[in-house]
């Protein structure tokens, strides 16, 4: 069971990124999925999250308007489309599989996005 | 929007010591969604504990969750170096999952 994210780097301020991440090992389709970031040296900051099917989509209100996660279970892959980036956006950015209880079981190895000019 | 407030900010003990860490939520938790994580030094975070007591695929019994409503508690025993690191609660509500700022522990 493994998530592979890719996808970060350096951004200018008001720009745009896609991250992708890349499940294998399990049934990709038949779990939720979310993304989760880091800022350095800080906390945990869950961003969003996509139900199995994609109907159900969730966003914390820092990224609300400027984030889109989407998900495509026949690639197995999840992603997270970033506009209008902002400084406070810079963080490794993880992706991770929904479990019970509203946990998360199983995390990627994480993605650094930069943004700054 | 609900505050998961963790404590002690750091725990600094000994091998073979018992950890408590505590995760102090600012609206009752329901349907007991709650779960604990550990993050070591630059490695992402791992699952240990949820449904605020199940221990995860492959984590010791040295850990353990308990608690209801707004107070809930990880308990490491038996303490070991590789148990240094950071420790997050983390509970779901109303469609948004919130973390604690956690609890780093020293060994």
């Known amino acids: 069971v493994q998530l592979v994210e890719s996808g970060g780097g350096l951004v200018q301020p008001g720009g745009s990124l896609r991250l992708s991440c890349a499940g294998s090992?399990?049934?990709?389709?038949?779990?939720?999925m979310d993304w989760v970031r880091q800022a350095p040296g800080r906390g945990l900051e869950w961003l969003s999250h996509?139900?199995?099917?994609?109907?159900?989509?969730y966003y914390a209100d820092s990224v609300k308007g400027r984030f889109s996660i989407s998900r495509d279970n026949g690639e197995s892959s999840l992603s997270l489309q970033m506009n209008s980036l902002r400084a406070e956006d810079t963080a490794v950015y993880y992706c991770?599989?929904?479990?019970?209880?509203?946990?998360?079981?199983?995390w990627g190895q994480g993605t650094k996005l930069t943004v700054s000019s | 929007e609900i505050v998961l407030t963790q404590s002690p900010a750091t725990l600094s003990l000994s091998p073979g010591e018992r950890a408590t860490l505590s995760c102090r939520t600012s609206?009752?938790?329901?349907?007991?969604?709650l779960a604990w994580y550990q993050q070591r030094p630059g490695q992402a975070p791992r699952l240990l504990i949820f449904?605020?007591?199940n221990r995860a695929t492959g984590i010791p019994d040295r850990f353990s969750g308990s608690g209801s409503g707004t107070d809930f508690t990880l308990t490491i025993n038996r303490l070991e170096p590789e148990d240094s690191a950071v420790y997050y609660c983390?509970?779901?509500?109303?469609?948004?999952?919130?973390f604690g700022r956690g609890t780093r522990v020293e060994i």
């Open positions: 991770v599989r929904g479990f019970l209880f509203n946990s998360f079981d199983v």
């Open positions: 090992g399990f049934s990709f389709g038949s779990f939720s």
């Open positions: 996509i139900s199995t099917d994609s109907r159900t989509i």
């Open positions: 609206q009752t938790v329901d349907s007991s969604e």
């Open positions: 449904g605020v007591s």
């Open positions: 983390q509970q779901y509500t109303q469609s948004l999952w919130t």
